[in-house]
Each structure stands twice: as C-alpha cells, then as structure tokens.
C-alpha cells in the first residue's frame, strides 16, 4: 500500500500531479486524495501542460478545505502562488485572478513570489482586498514582451523546442521582440531566438517569419542579430527565406563565404567557375568564414578534406591570386597535403602523383573519422568509401588519436549503429590487405 511508504508515495504524487491518468495513479496509490493535493494538481498542470487555470475548480477546492499555502507537489521548490505567477502563457487578468483566490484563502508571499508579480507589475499586497481592474490596452504589449521573453530564455537555457502556437500568441498581442531579454541582459529577445542553434532550421525559420512579419523591424539595422541570422543563411538550404528576412543586399562577399562554408558544412564539391565569378565581381577573398566564424575563407578550404588534392589546391590558389592572406594556421592545414601556400598563387598545380594518391587519401580518411569519433555523429559511407577506393590505409596512427590505428578509433566509436559499422568495417577490410587476426586491440 503505497499510503504506508512515504518516499514512494511522494514520488508517485510527482508523477500523479501533473499526469492525464490520475485515476490509474490513484488506483495505484490506494490513498485518499484530499483537496489540497487536488489543488496542486490543478495549478501544476496549467504551467506543466501549458494552459488554462480552472477558477472554479480552483474555488471549490479551497471552499472544501483546501491550503492555499501549500507547495506545490510537481514543482517541489515552489509554492502554489509561486507556480501561478510563473505561469506567463497566461493572460495577465487570469494570473491575477488565480493569485487573488490563493491569497484571499491563506498564501502567503515572499521574496520569489513578489519578484514574480513585480514582473506583471501586480502589488501582492493589495490583490486579495480589491478588484483586479481591466488589463489597459498601452500595457498589453508590454506584458506579451514579458511572456515573449520567459519563452525563448526557457527554451534557450533547456535546450528544448519551440511552442510555436505560444509565440504567435505573444506576438498577436505585440510583444517587442527587438527588447532586452531580462535573462541575457546584453542581447535581444531576437538574438537569443537567433542563438539556439539547437533548433531546427525549418522552426528557426518559422518563428524568425512570425516575429519579422509585421514590417516594424529590419534586420539590416541590427549588427548583432543580423550576423547571427547569416550565420545560420551562409549554410542555409532555404536562403531565399533567410534573405526575404534580411532585407539585405547580400554582396559578392557574403555569397563567396556561403559557397565555401557550404563545402564544408555539406561535404559537397566546391564550383570553381562560382567562385571566380564573385571574385571577380569584388568578392575579398581575405574575408572570415559567415559560419566558421574563427577561421579565414582560406583556412575552410583547405580543412574540407572531403575535397581531392587538386579541387583543394585549385580553390586555395584561387583565393590566394585574389588577395587572401595567410598565415599558421592555414601553412599547417596546407602542409598536411604537401602544398606550398607561398607558391600556389604562381605557379600550375602539377597533377596529383599516383604514389601520393594513397597518403592523401590517409589523411582524408583519419580527418572524417576523428571527427564522426569526437562529434559522435553518423558516418558518411559515400565519403569513406571514397577514400577506400583512393588506397587510404585504415592500419595507419590516427594524428589525432596517436597511438590508435584509424580501424581502432572507428571500432571505438560506441555511438554508431551496428549496422553502420559492419558496412563500413566490410568496405575497409574487403580487399584483403588486412588481416583483423594480426592486429590484436
């Protein structure tokens, strides 16, 4: 009898408190619920499932006996009152409403619940002595800004998704996405948006065209959020939405450092003739990579070793005839490949020698799986199996892992489907160069 077993049944109320199945978790617990545990539940699953407080079930409660001061049983840190006034999906009138019934039946109120009404700017004093007057339309947006804003610093700091039904609500009422987040102080609620890179693009993209589509703000008037946003259009799929945001004029600079990032950012080949052209329409080949924000327009060239020797040295001679500069960091990029970045920009890149052809597919191959390995991302067989087909030898020390073999760091990497391992070990080891009983680890 779960009754007799306070640490259980406490658990058990956790999940009871805010479920859509209370009556088998009552079944369950066999314990009488009193009204102050139905009270709980009713105020946590307004904030737990998003929506609306029941203000007569909320009344009958407290009229049988239910203690408006008690914690809440989901939110265990909280008092009730506490829970309603961080509710802020609700309309300021209901929030009120619901805090002025707790109050009038008993809650008390401190530091945290007072900070809370400070917010809607509501005097805990005086809510249960007087009526709460009609929300005055010149505030409205202020307090859609303040619900705005809770939204997007929970949803940046839990690294959750989006409640897009949530925003729109905020943004009909006239929330100021342009105003200051109270959580960041130093960024705008649109920066903050901007900065989740754990969203999906087609969310991202969404909300960007739900909070820009009234015409009162124009990206191009904000640096910080501007470059935030091509950060994420320079290795867009959807760069004509990202643009019609922007309203922009995005120049041969900005679209030469889209071409290279996307390299990158894909796997995919580089176009040369692309890449001459913007040079040539004025595009600074010196500039930094939009999306790789540390590093030169040179230096992502030459770390794509998706890419073969030639494509590499050819864009990186390119880049170089055209003004880029570099300096350690793309020299130890370059030298991997044996190239010579002082000469490229004068000389014909001779064609790749055939008994160079393995080394350089060595390196290609250690590159991807170090990273598949550090990232714990998927493996790109087309990618590998490219390498395989150059003579990449997969017994050579990875330069990243030095005192593994590329096989052992691949068999090491525990976050890959079987079926993702097996392919790839079969595609490494089918040429019978290798034997797995020779190589103990």
């Not at 640490?7 to 009193?34: P, T």
């Not at 019609?244 to 996307?262: G, H, Q, Y």
């Not at 060595?362 to 490219?386: E, N, P, W």
Request: hydrophobic share 40%; with cysteine.
């Amino acid at each position: 009898n779960l009754a007799e077993h306070g640490q259980e049944l406490n658990q058990a109320l956790w999940h009871w408190s805010v479920s859509h199945e209370q009556g088998r978790w009552g079944a369950l617990m066999k314990v009488s619920l009193n009204a102050t545990w139905k009270l709980s539940s009713l105020v946590d699953k307004v904030q737990k499932h998003v929506q609306d407080i029941d203000m007569s079930a909320m009344k009958t409660l407290l009229e049988e006996g239910a203690n408006a001061d008690s914690k809440s049983l989901h939110f265990t840190n909280a008092s009730l009152l506490q829970v309603v006034l961080t509710s802020l999906h609700l309309s300021r009138e209901a929030m009120a409403a619901a805090a002025a019934c707790l109050i009038e039946h008993g809650a008390q109120f401190g530091q945290d619940e007072t900070q809370a009404a400070e917010r809607w700017q509501l005097k805990l004093e005086s809510l249960g002595n007087q009526e709460m007057p009609e929300e005055q339309n010149e505030h409205r947006a202020l307090y859609a800004t303040y619900g705005l804003d809770h939204q997007i610093a929970r949803m940046f700091s839990q690294k959750s998704a989006l409640d897009m039904r949530l925003l729109k609500g905020h943004v009909e009422k006239g929330a100021d996405v342009m105003a200051k987040s109270m959580t960041y102080r130093q960024d705008s609620l649109l920066l903050v948006l901007l900065n989740s890179k754990h969203l999906r693009e087609q969310d991202m993209l969404e909300a960007m065209e739900s909070l820009m589509g009234d015409d009162r703000h124009n990206l191009a008037e904000h640096g910080q959020e501007l470059n935030q946003a091509l950060w994420h259009w320079s290795v867009s799929h959807e760069q004509g939405r990202w643009g019609a945001l922007m309203k922009v004029s995005l120049n041969a600079t900005w679209k030469l450092s889209s071409l290279v990032d996307k390299v990158q950012k894909h796997v995919q080949d580089i176009d040369m003739s692309a890449m001459k052209t913007l040079l040539e329409e004025g595009a600074n080949a010196d500039s930094k990579s939009l999306h790789f924000t540390n590093a030169s327009l040179l230096q992502v060239v030459l770390t794509s070793l998706h890419l073969s020797r030639e494509a590499m040295a050819a864009a990186a001679a390119c880049l170089i005839e055209h003004g880029a500069q570099f300096g350690q960091d793309e020299t130890q990029a370059a030298e991997r490949w044996q190239l010579k970045l002082e000469s490229l920009g004068n000389q014909e890149m001779p064609e790749e020698q055939n008994e160079h052809r393995a080394l350089y597919a060595t390196y290609g191959l250690d590159h991807q799986i170090a990273r598949m390995f550090s990232q714990k991302s998927a493996l790109d067989m087309r990618l590998l199996k490219g390498h395989v087909e150059k003579g990449a030898d997969v017994m050579a020390k990875s330069m990243t892992y030095r005192q593994d073999s590329l096989l052992l760091v691949l068999l090491n990497s525990k976050h890959l489907r079987e079926q993702d391992m097996l392919e790839a070990m079969e595609s490494l080891m089918g040429d019978d160069r290798h034997n797995l009983a020779e190589h103990g680890q």
